[in-house]
């Protein structure tokens, strides 16, 4: 059965450095999106990618951040300078025609 | 603002009982509503959604319902079992064509054996 994927799967990175995230969303998608979860808290929408570009994002989402799918199967989301408060598992999820949306296993994103 | 919320943060039920977990939601009008499980350290998993003008849906030992008078959903799990133990999160895409989806706190299960 096809699945979304995520590399790499624990990323740790110093406070102020960029990170980059990889998803391999499910081929012939068309809905692409980032959630992040930190800790004991619930999953949080970033942001929505359609026809390629952002369709919408939430106030989490500020210029630190940013998508991009820079080829037919990779979406990315770049954060530029990462805070402490930035570490959380970051989620890709992808959907087809169907209202579903499929979850990749995630990125545990951790800042020191 | 939008809000969701899921009743217990905990539910403790035996083995072969009926779990049933609740989402109430204020200030949406959602199209359709979804419910997730998410097991700890991963992704959430889909496992049913239900349209604004479904009143009822089911598959295999779960069912799901949708009031939109009342604006809540009831997920049950019947003859639950420990491997139903996990956390079940609701989840509502926001009136702008499914771009947005919202996710409720969720609601821990836990089944004894």
């Known amino acids: 059965e096809p699945e979304v994927t995520q590399t790499p799967s624990h990323q740790v990175t110093q406070m102020g450095q960029e990170v980059i995230l990889r998803c391999v969303p499910i081929?012939?998608?068309?809905?692409f999106y980032w959630y992040r979860q930190i800790l004991g808290q619930k999953v949080e929408f970033l942001v929505s990618?359609?026809?390629?570009?952002?369709?919408?994002k939430s106030e989490i989402f500020d210029d630190q951040f940013s998508v991009e799918r820079p080829d037919g199967s990779n979406f990315t989301l770049k954060i530029r300078s990462t805070k402490l408060e930035d570490s959380a598992m970051y989620f890709c999820?992808?959907?087809?025609?169907?209202?579903?949306?499929?979850f990749g296993p995630g990125t545990r994103l951790t800042v020191l | 603002s939008q809000k969701i919320e899921q009743n217990s943060e905990a539910l403790n039920i035996q083995e072969g009982k009926t779990a049933t977990l609740t989402c109430n939601y204020t200030?949406?009008?959602?199209?359709?509503l979804q419910w997730y499980r998410q097991d700890p350290g991963r992704g959430p998993v889909f496992l049913l959604l239900?349209?604004?003008?479904?009143k009822e849906k089911r598959k295999e030992r779960l069912k799901v319902t949708f009031d939109t008078t009342l604006k809540q959903s009831l997920f049950h799990i019947t003859a639950s079992q420990p491997a139903d133990s996990a956390t079940y999160l609701c989840?509502?895409?926001?009136?702008?064509?499914?771009?947005?989806?919202?996710f409720g706190a969720g609601t821990r299960l836990f089944v004894k054996a």
């Open positions: 989840a509502l895409d926001t009136p702008t064509g499914g771009f947005k989806t919202i």
């Open positions: 239900i349209r604004e003008n479904e």
């Open positions: 200030n949406y009008s959602p199209a359709y």
């Open positions: 990618f359609y026809n390629n570009e952002i369709s919408e």
């Open positions: 999820a992808s959907r087809g025609s169907t209202d579903t949306q499929y």
């Open positions: 081929s012939n998608h068309l809905y």
